[in-house]
């Protein structure tokens, strides 16, 4: 968001009243989005956030907390860091700090600093430090204390690790499942003593799956041909149709297009339209052409750079476009306040530093 750029002129015609009903409506909106960010963790936890869960998970459990609370003190950032403590890796996190004790000593709560910290009384040892106006409720102490009981494990994030397949879960109405999702599926729902939905009619099926794979509804021969289709993979062959349908492409690039911020104008209050469909096409084709999701990200981030690059690898990087960008006017410089990240530094996520490679060669948006 770029509310240091983000002005409503009169010239446009806008009277105060309105401007300030917009900017209400976006403070709300960000308070909407805050406490959905508030509420996930706790919800994550289970139905009562009093109770610990029984396996304290460091990604869904842990690292909010010290996201929200110690890394702007003890992360990444080694700029901003104090007592020489990094608390989002493992190994600086054991490791003594400015004091000479560990923070955290995996299995032994008593003995670690972190612990004796949180807990404090005196207002000078008490973390987070009070001036920052932010305290640990008890749950979230208590799921600390748990976490290093449990071994103070800092799982990579889920992106890091590599696939396995688990055992099928064990689920009482065994007649009821059909394929190995249906397990998943009804251990979920058996957990919360809820019954399955009896199965949707045809037609109804038939909807569902084509909104779900194209985003239209079907046709009515299509409908009539599948109502009537007795053979045993009728189901299937709906499938297969819609996966080779242009739409499917459509459909899937939807949702990767908001979230690379596709758009076909600049995205400024005086907006003017920009040529970018080409990018948008590619997006669709790469879906349809089902190309891999590592071979998707390299083309977008860096085609241009891969040898022999293509015209299409070429137009993948459209991607770094889809930043919003005011237009040179009145001899002024153009203005790029969405500004990809894309020079060294510190990031937040694991094992991802500036002095990363991959990072360091990325290119810059050319616009
Ligand atoms: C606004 C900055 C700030 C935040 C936020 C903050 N700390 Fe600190 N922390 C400090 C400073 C400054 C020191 C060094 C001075 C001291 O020991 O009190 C410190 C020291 C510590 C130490 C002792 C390090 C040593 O030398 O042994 C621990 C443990 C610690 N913090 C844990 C935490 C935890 C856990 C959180 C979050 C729940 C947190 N801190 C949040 C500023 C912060």
């Known amino acids: 968001m770029w509310f240091g750029t983000f002005r409503l002129r009169p010239r446009n015609g806008l009277l105060p009243a309105i401007r300030l009903v917009l900017l209400a409506c976006c403070a709300c909106g960000f308070a909407l989005i805050a406490v959905g960010f508030a509420d996930a963790p706790a919800n994550d936890a289970g139905a009562k956030p009093a109770e610990p869960p029984a396996v304290v998970d460091y990604s869904r459990h842990i690292r909010p907390i010290l996201s929200n609370n110690c890394f702007k003190c003890h992360g990444p950032d080694e700029k901003e860091r104090k007592g020489g403590l990094r608390l989002d890796l493992g190994e600086a996190a054991t490791k003594p700090a400015d004091s000479g004790s560990a923070a955290i000593v995996p299995g032994r709560p008593s003995e670690s600093a972190l612990v004796a910290r949180i807990t404090a009384t005196a207002a000078d040892e008490l973390m987070p430090p009070p001036h920052t106006n932010k305290k640990l409720t008890p749950h979230e102490i208590e799921l600390l204390?748990?976490?290093?009981?449990?071994?103070?494990?800092?799982?990579?994030?889920?992106?890091?690790?590599?696939?396995?397949?688990?055992?099928?879960?064990?689920?009482?109405?065994?007649?009821?499942?059909?394929?190995?999702?249906?397990?998943?599926?009804?251990?979920?729902?058996?957990?919360?003593?809820?019954?399955?939905?009896?199965?949707?009619?045809?037609?109804?099926?038939?909807?569902?799956?084509?909104?779900?794979?194209?985003?239209?509804?079907?046709?009515?021969?299509?409908?009539?041909?599948?109502?009537?289709?007795?053979?045993?993979?009728?189901?299937?062959?709906?499938?297969?149709?819609?996966?080779?349908?242009?739409?499917?492409?459509?459909?899937?690039?939807?949702?990767?297009?908001?979230?690379?911020?596709?758009?076909?104008?600049?995205?400024?209050?005086?907006?003017?339209?920009?040529?970018?469909?080409?990018?948008?096409?590619?997006v669709i084709d790469a879906f349809n052409r089902n190309m891999s999701f590592d071979q998707f990200t390299i083309e977008q981030i860096a085609g241009d750079l891969l040898p022999d690059a293509t015209p299409e690898q070429r137009t993948a990087t459209g991607f770094s476009r889809n930043v919003t960008y005011k237009r040179r006017r009145r001899g002024r410089p153009g203005r790029i306040p969405g500004q990809i990240c894309c020079r060294p530094h510190e990031h937040d996520g694991q094992h991802l530093s500036g002095d990363d490679d991959g990072v360091r060669r990325m290119p810059r948006p050319q616009i």
Do not use: C
Request: zero cysteines; proline letters at 6%.
């Open 145 to 282: 204390q748990q976490w290093i009981k449990q071994g103070a494990d800092y799982k990579l994030h889920w992106s890091y690790v590599k696939p396995r397949r688990p055992a099928l879960p064990v689920v009482h109405n065994a007649g009821w499942v059909r394929t190995g999702i249906d397990h998943f599926i009804l251990q979920r729902l058996e957990q919360a003593r809820l019954k399955p939905a009896p199965e949707a009619d045809r037609i109804t099926l038939i909807r569902r799956l084509t909104l779900d794979l194209t985003g239209l509804p079907p046709t009515r021969e299509d409908v009539d041909q599948f109502v009537n289709d007795a053979a045993l993979d009728a189901y299937d062959k709906v499938v297969d149709r819609l996966l080779a349908s242009p739409q499917f492409g459509e459909r899937m690039a939807q949702e990767w297009l908001d979230l690379a911020r596709y758009g076909d104008t600049n995205g400024y209050e005086n907006d003017s339209d920009r040529a970018i469909w080409k990018y948008r096409d590619w």
